[in-house]
């Protein structure tokens, strides 16, 4: 009879601990290793906590060998670029959202499907379950490895303009969203005025008021600053959104097979570290945002916008394969 889905799950934590105090007893053989790990936020950023989390865990785990130099603030580039890097081997790896890896992968997009999913659990589960480590393989034929799925979180909209409670509100918004389709498609299908755009760009055209808008987590909300260039927040939760703790896949590659086991066991761990940092933060991220001058709509009409983005599924639903089924069949 199989294991229920909790047995299997601390089997498999007990081996992996096991494998990790095997290889801390011969932490002393591995070679020395640098890795380059960049991200495009701040180091107020969830993004930076993982980061951080991983660098530390790794040099714990390898006794010293493995050290990590972490990039942030879009230091080596945006997403994208950082991306392109890691293919060709330029940049070793990176904390990256899990939008951008979509125009890698169309696979990735589905988990943003706006409102797939009713809650941060019910994420975790299809992300760290079957489908996501399915996906998560898939970026081996774009020549890049993907470790673990840790998180940017739910997404919600903040403006300069006008309070929003319904699709309505959001007629002719000049918005920025993340370089991607399926983004960009939810919000002109609710009324907006979608902008496409690199998070560093909008950042200057926030504050020069050449966009109104822009939709974010509370963590990158809070940790930019945004109060200052927006009046209102929406908590739509309309997208949970990833990130992804990926490596070079030429990278990955040269790396010994020990040194892979550390990598990847440290990055899980990070991923789950950083889960918890973000839900810890939110209750107090959103205090200081109100402090700031914003005005908080917890409450809009979320069934108005789900009965709206109705034609975003009818577009992407059969794109990727049989994927989006088989994660509304487990979610229900």
Known sequence: MPYPLLQRATLAMVCTSLLGLSLAAHADTLPATTLRLAHVVNSDDTYHIAATRFQELLSEKSDGAISIEIFPNASLGDERTLLEGMQI??????????????????EFSVFELPFLFPSAEAAYSMLDGDIGQEIL?????VNLKGLAYAERGFRNITNSRNAINTPDDLDGL??????????VDTFRTLGANAVPMAWTEAL???QQGTIEGQENPINAIYAFNLAETQDYLTMTRHIYAPALFIMSLPKWNALPEDVQTLVLEASHEASAYAREQN??????QLAALEAAGMEINDSPDLEAFQAAVAPVYEKYGSQFGDYLPRIQEALQ
Do not use: H, Q, S, W
Request: net charge negative; glycine share 10%; aromatic share 4%.
């Open 89 to 106: 081997g330029t940049v070793d790896m990176g904390v990256i959202t899990n939008g951008p890896v979509a125009n890698f992968v169309d």
């Open 279 to 284: 839900a810890e933060m939110e209750a107090e």
């Open 174 to 183: 000049r918005l920025r969203v993340i370089e991607n389709e399926v983004y």
């Open 137 to 141: 393989d898939k970026l081996e034929g």
């Open 204 to 206: 200057t055209a926030l």
